[in-house]
């Protein structure tokens, strides 16, 4: 194109495909997997109502509404009738609310158990991957006998010990559950990291990346990990909802979240001495628990083929 | 050369030049507190490398003097002599091509120089390798990362494996000057954009922020290069960089190391087992065979008057143009030897026609042959040999 000034012009800047990286094509990829769209929806849903729920109800969880339960002659409401819409349990609570402040819990000890199983999975696989030679094998058999210890024993037994203490305290009782929960969880990520760091460090960019004299903290941090972020992400997603079950399990059998605070399990604990007279009590803390585990589990499956188009198909 | 060298070493124990030298910038000098953060300075040669990496002069005659390097790898089968005391010269500025077939020891020479071998299994057992002044064998591994990067850069064989899938190229490129140069993230990034410019890549500044696989294998080469320039190095080590691409491609790349390495002064050793490379590039050869040198010298004197069966069988097995067409290509027969434990005999012996008695009782030594600089390690090419 030539200009009244008779000056080349460039031509319109040359058409160039978007720089697509590793994460873009991920992401492509997961749009197209409607079951991960519809999984990764309603945990985001459930996140919100996790933060925001219990300010939206009328009812706060452990409010007791005696006259409309009077009025029922003292049996807990049924769902759908009146402003109680998932009805209330037998001593006058709104069942709404009470599982509002169960995904609270629910997805507190998602967090905080993901948190402990990276803080002590990712650099106990790691240096054993790094170093190798006796470290590793110190670092694996440890992960070997926190592996074949009972977990739920383990869960119980640290539960117990600590009640009485702050940290037994804290968080209404429930953050030493959480965390005896990540204790027993971490060896899973421990060895998916040492197993990705083992192949990974042979490659030839992490000699390239030595020959420019790169220390070996980088090398990992920055060259290592960012290489199996793809398997920890679906990891720790998939690791969610059997932290979920976990803590509904042993909130089943009595151990963690303290009265009048109820999570999903203790909900249905209490729900079901009355399952024949009051169906409801049961059937929607374990719709919540079911929805949640299925949403996790659909998110992390497409995150997994969505991170390692190989896999596809092939699991 | 020589005459460029304006303080005389050093590595022999008369040090007392160098030394006066550093003590005239020494403890709390801006240079020394400029290493990279994680690198601390621990024995005397790591204190003299690191008062020379402030200024870019020559710090010794020659840039590199390898002595009787071996390097074994502690194998369940045995101690392989993969490098078997191997003494070499380079020059500033120097091209060197170590030429030999697969397992002859040329990659491991060039892991040693940087002490990149991987260990277990390997160590290197003894020698001596003076780079700049500075005997790198006696530097701690910590002291070694101020070399590698700065000193000394490094272009691996397979640009599609070496560069890393998940950061940008400009990060790759930028990374060597943020831990060498100390510059901030947008002056590394400036001189990587610059450096990408430099080899060749169009629209470098836009494609910083691309990942290796929007690269094409040359391009990657080519990115590989910009990588080990980063800091300007005295030596640029090139592993058979052209092995992994096509032919058209290959000219380029060894066109623009060529190049380059003019432009900056780099010394080179680009190691290869294509003769052609070498004839082309090199000022001097070394040809390896089973861990050891069997013959050195300046590439004219190689190519016209070789001093080894070896040698000849390199430079036959050359595809020729003139060739009639279907001819065979031409092979060295047999196989390189086993490097466990070898016997005290001329190593290709086994697989040279020319071979007689002695060459299986003693292995010869590097003898000087016609040429400046010129040896070769046959007892049939020596003076008074049956060869000729």
Known sequence: ?????????????????KPTSLWGDAYRRLLKNRLAIVGGII??????????????????????????????????????????????????????????????????????????????????????????????????????????????????????????????????????VFVAIGLTAWVTMARLVRGQLL????????????????????????????????????AVTLGIPGAILAEATL?????????????????????????????HLVLFPALAVAIALISFTFLGDGLRDALDPKLKGKQ | MACETRSIPSSRGSSNLTLTDDTSRAPGSPELS??????????????????????????????????????????????????????????????????????????????????????????IVSGEIIFDGINILKLTGNEMRLLRGKKIGYIFQDPMTSLNPTLTIGYQIAESARVHLRLSRRAADERAAELLAKVGIPRARERMKDYPHQFSGGMRQRVMIAIALACDPMLLLADEPTTALDVTIQAQILELIRSLSSEFGTAVILITHDLGIAAGMCDRINVMYAGRIVETGKVDDIFEQPQMPYAWGLLDSLPRLDEEKGARLRTIEGMPPDLIDPADECRFSPRCRYARDICRQHEPNLTERQGEGHFARCHGTEPGGWIQ
Do not use: C
């Open chain 1, 1 to 17: 194109m030539v200009n009244q000034a008779g000056v080349l012009e460039a031509p319109a800047a040359v058409k160039t495909r």
């Open chain 1, 43 to 176: 945990v985001i849903l459930l996140i919100l109502i996790a933060i925001v729920g219990p300010y939206l109800t009328p009812f706060e969880y452990r409010a007791q509404d005696l006259p409309a339960l009077a009025q029922n002659r003292n049996r807990p409401i049924p769902p759908f009738q009146g402003p109680h819409i998932l009805g209330t349990d037998g001593l006058g609570r709104d069942l709404l609310s009470r599982l509002m402040d169960g995904a609270r819990i629910s997805m507190t000890v998602a967090l905080i158990v993901q948190i402990v199983v990276l803080g002590i999975g990712v650099p106990v696989g790691a240096a054993a991957a790094w170093f190798g030679g006796r470290l590793d094998t110190l670092l694996m058999r440890i992960t070997d006998i926190v592996y074949a210890f009972p977990d739920l024993l383990f869960i119980i037994l640290l539960s117990v010990a600590f009640r009485d203490t702050f940290f037994g305290k804290a968080i209404d009782g429930l953050l030493i």
């Open chain 1, 199 to 234: 192949s990974l460090k042979e490659s030839e960019f992490v000699e390239a990346a030595r020959a420019i004299g790169v220390s070996d903290r980088k090398i990992v941090t920055r060259h290592l990990l960012p290489n199996a972020l793809g398997p920890i992400i679906v």
């Open chain 1, 251 to 279: 909130a089943f059998i009595g151990v963690g979240v303290q009265a009048p605070r109820a999570s999903w399990g203790s909900l249905v604990a209490d729900g079901q001495r009355s399952l024949q007279a009051a169906p």
């Open chain 2, 34 to 123: 400029e290493l990279p953060d994680d690198i601390t300075v621990e024995t005397e040669e790591g204190r003299r490398l690191a008062a020379q990496l402030a200024d870019d002069r020559r710090h010794a005659r020659r840039l590199l003097e390898v002595r009787d390097l071996s390097t074994h790898f502690f194998t369940r089968d045995g101690v392989v002599h993969a490098v078997d005391g191997v003494s070499f010269d380079l020059d500033y500025g120097e091209t060197l091509g170590i030429v030999g077939e697969s397992g002859s020891g040329k990659s491991v020479t060039a892991l040693s120089l940087t002490r990149l071998v991987p260990d277990p299994p390997g160590r």
